[in-house]
Nanobody
Framework: QVQVVESGGGLVQTGGSLTLSCAAS????????MDWFRQAPGKEREFVAR????????TYADSAAGRFTIAGDKAKDTMYLQMNSLKPEDTAVYYC??????????WGEGTQVTVSS
């Protein structure tokens, strides 16, 4: 089992930046990928970015590409999401998920990001 805890959310103005963190604990050696998702009010949860934990490869949703950067510190079992040029439509609860090699996934409780216009 893996536990993940997100942090770093807050209120930022349009065009500003924010860095989210996702700290993993437990069977972190079993992590295959780690994802960021977000859910805006009244909308479905949507994929933001993924990092393959072993080699650091990453992929992004079109809405995040060019503005967001996913990074990881394996020594700290922590993943980051650097978000730049934030827009009001980026306002959402951001969730981290750890996906294990055996197919199990573990989610955090989320961190709120609010971008004011």
């Amino acid at each position: 089992q893996v536990q993940v805890v997100e942090s770093g959310g807050g209120l930022v103005q349009t065009g500003g930046s924010l860095t989210l963190s996702c700290a993993a604990s437990g069977r972190t050696f079993s992590i295959y990928t780690m994802d960021w998702f977000r859910q805006a009010p009244g909308k479905e949860r949507e994929f933001v970015a993924r990092r393959w934990w072993s080699n650091g490869d990453s992929t992004y949703a079109d809405s995040a590409a060019g503005r967001f950067t996913i990074a990881g510190d394996k020594a700290k079992d922590t993943m980051y999401l650097q978000m730049n040029s934030l827009k009001p439509e980026d306002t959402a609860v951001y969730y981290c998920a750890a996906n294990l090699y055996d197919g199990d996934s573990y989610w955090g409780e989320g961190t709120q990001v609010t971008v004011s216009s």
